[in-house]
């Protein structure tokens, strides 16, 4: 699995025009899931999402998580992310999980983050919907996080 996490000052995604989801401070997670990953792989990339410590501590040092800070997380499902462009200029998606897979491994991930943030904390976008995500990049902060 691969997270591509952004740290945002907010972030809301819409769908068919209506705003299905908004946070304020906290971090973006655009989620990939490959084709071999498992339940186990959804759960302990959850796990370092939370614990990825990239906010400010007071003395502006990027040292904590956010669990620590109170933010909030939406995670969108972003098979793209899996996207090979080493040949030709049309990406292969070939790596990428067939979407029955995807979605069970994505739906873990977000128990997960619920599980552990609460429920109020993490919002999500709708799987295999076309989305608008709209979002404030603070820093700007970007990291990949992968599973292995």
Known sequence: MRALIQRVTR?????????????????????????????????????????????????????RSLQDVGGAAMIVSQFTLYGDTRRGNRPSYSDAAPPELAERLYEEFVARMREVLGTERIRTGKFRAMMQVELVNDGPVTVTVESR
Do not use: P
């Open 11 to 63: 972030c809301s995604v819409t769908i068919d025009g209506v705003v299905h989801g908004a946070i304020g401070a906290g971090m973006v997670i655009l989620l990939g899931v490959r084709s071999d990953d498992t339940s186990d792989a959804a759960r302990s990339l959850a796990d370092r999402c939370i614990a990825l410590r990239i906010f400010d501590d007071a003395d502006g040092k990027m040292n």
